[in-house]
Each structure stands twice: as structure tokens, then as C-alpha cells.
């Protein structure tokens, strides 16, 4: 049996981790509070603080230059990858269908100055991605976007990542559904058969991490 050593993660202990990493600025901490202010039916979207910053992260520790999003909300994971990404180099395209939602990520991304370095695209994220260019060009994608189309989506990524290249999927664990049998259809269905699809795709070299509500990493190989 497998030994489990994560500790709980009680209030204090949560405190403690995000005291330990980096804070959010100013204009992270208004969209994190705009969010649960205005849309606090939905604000569970939102990635928690530690997600960004483990986002921002990767950018950096990656050199990623070419960046993708499926799934914006309201901007905070855009927005902490786009400041991660050097002044004058890079870009990331971000995928939505909410003009609502991404209404708010627009004026964060102005605010905080990096509206240049985001290409934002309202469309059916199928869509917008097989109108991307077929050869390897991404160095990271952020996957956090209907949980039903998680399959399709990384099948449409992972050639367009180059060799080396980084696929972070977000939520899954999904609240541990992917371990209840009576969970039969749903998003929690639809987040175990794409668990199972990334993990028998001989492309990618993969992880999978209890941050938040489970993280997916997976390097594209070869």
C-alpha cells in the first residue's frame, strides 16, 4: 500500500504554504476580490493563489516564450503567466467563450500593463485551436476549461507543443470524483477517462500533483 504523506491541510496550514510563496500584487489581489464580489456563484474557477504563482513559475523556469490558455475566467492565470514572461518578448493566446468574464480579465491586464502580451480570443475553443498552426510552436499550455472537452483539447495541443514543451491540466483530481464509482457521467467522468487518456499517450511524459485540486504536468517527449 502506497504511504500517504501529505499532511492535512487544515486553515493554519494553508495560511502557512501561501505565506511561503510569492504574494499577489496589487492588481491579482483586486481580480482574486472583483471575482468573489461580482460573480460569486462561479468564483471557484478562479485558480487559488498557490496555482499562480506555480504558473508564473513554470513561464520562468520553462523560458516559455509561446503560451496558450484554454479557459480564462476572469484573468488571473493569464495574468500571472503573462508577468512572468520577459518585457517585450512573448506572447499568450487565451481561449474563452465568456465576453462577461474575460470583460474583467481585460481591464486587469491593462491595469497591470501587460494587455500587449495577450491575444484573447472569443470563440468554441475547438475552434480557435484547429485554427492555430498544426506545426510545434507552444513552449506551455495551461488546460482549465470545460471538463468534458479536456480529451479534445489535449489532443489538439500536444502537436502543437514543441519538443520539451509543457502541458499543465488543471482540476484532476476534481473534488476526488475520479475515485467514486458512483460517479458514472458528468465532469468527474469526463476528468478520470481523460486521466487515463493522458496517461497512455506516448507523447508526453507526465505527473500528477495534489496542488489545489489536482495538476496535471506533462513534457511533450521526443
Same mark, same amino acid.
Given at each position: ?13 494553508? &495560511? ?13 489581489? $483586486?481580480?482574486? !476580490?472583483?471575482?468573489?464580489?461580482? %460573480?460569486? #456563484? ?9 496555482? &499562480?504563482?506555480?504558473? &508564473? /513559475? ?12 484554454? +479557459? ?6 493569464? %495574468? ?9 518578448? +512573448?506572447? %499568450?493566446?487565451?481561449l474563452d467563450i465568456s465576453e462577461e468574464w474575460t470583460a474583467h480579465a481585460r481591464r &486587469? ?9 495577450? !491575444? ?6 475547438? !475552434? ?6 498544426? =506545426? ?7 488546460? $482549465? ?9 489535449? #489532443? =489538439? ?12 491540466? #488543471? ?13 458514472? #457521467?458528468?465532469? +468527474?467522468?469526463?476528468?478520470?477517462? /481523460? ?5 497512455? $499517450? ?10 489545489? $485540486? +489536482? ?8
Amino acid at each position: 500500500m502506497p504511504e500517504l504523506k501529505n499532511a492535512p491541510l487544515t486553515p493554519e496550514l494553508y &495560511a502557512y504554504v501561501l505565506a511561503h510563496n510569492p504574494p499577489l500584487d496589487a492588481v491579482q489581489r $483586486d481580480v482574486v !476580490d472583483t471575482t468573489h464580489a461580482l %460573480l460569486p #456563484d462561479v468564483a471557484v474557477k478562479q485558480v487559488p493563489h498557490e496555482q &499562480a504563482a506555480l504558473l &508564473a /513559475f513554470l513561464v520562468r523556469l520553462t523560458g516559455a516564450r509561446q503560451l496558450l490558455e484554454v +479557459g480564462t475566467f476572469t484573468g488571473l492565470s493569464a %495574468l500571472s503567466m503573462a508577468q512572468a514572461l520577459p518585457p517585450g518578448e +512573448g506572447r %499568450l493566446i487565451a481561449l474563452d467563450i465568456s465576453e462577461e468574464w474575460t470583460a474583467h480579465a481585460r481591464r &486587469a491586464w491593462a491595469e497591470a500593463g501587460v494587455a500587449d502580451r495577450i !491575444d484573447l480570443r472569443i470563440a468554441p475553443a475547438l !475552434d480557435s485551436l484547429r485554427a492555430m498552426p498544426a =506545426e510545434p510552436h507552444l513552449d506551455l499550455a495551461f488546460l $482549465d476549461a470545460d471538463k468534458g472537452g479536456y480529451i479534445a483539447y489535449w #489532443d =489538439e495541443i500536444v502537436p502543437r507543443l514543441r519538443p520539451g514543451g509543457l502541458l499543465v491540466v #488543471d482540476n484532476v483530481l476534481f473534488g476526488g470524483s475520479v475515485v467514486d464509482p458512483a460517479v458514472t #457521467d458528468g465532469p +468527474g467522468a469526463a476528468v478520470r477517462a /481523460f486521466n487515463e487518456h493522458a496517461a497512455k $499517450d506516448g507523447r508526453m511524459e507526465s505527473v500528477m500533483l495534489t496542488v489545489a $485540486d +489536482g495538476v496535471t504536468l506533462a513534457r511533450r517527449v521526443g
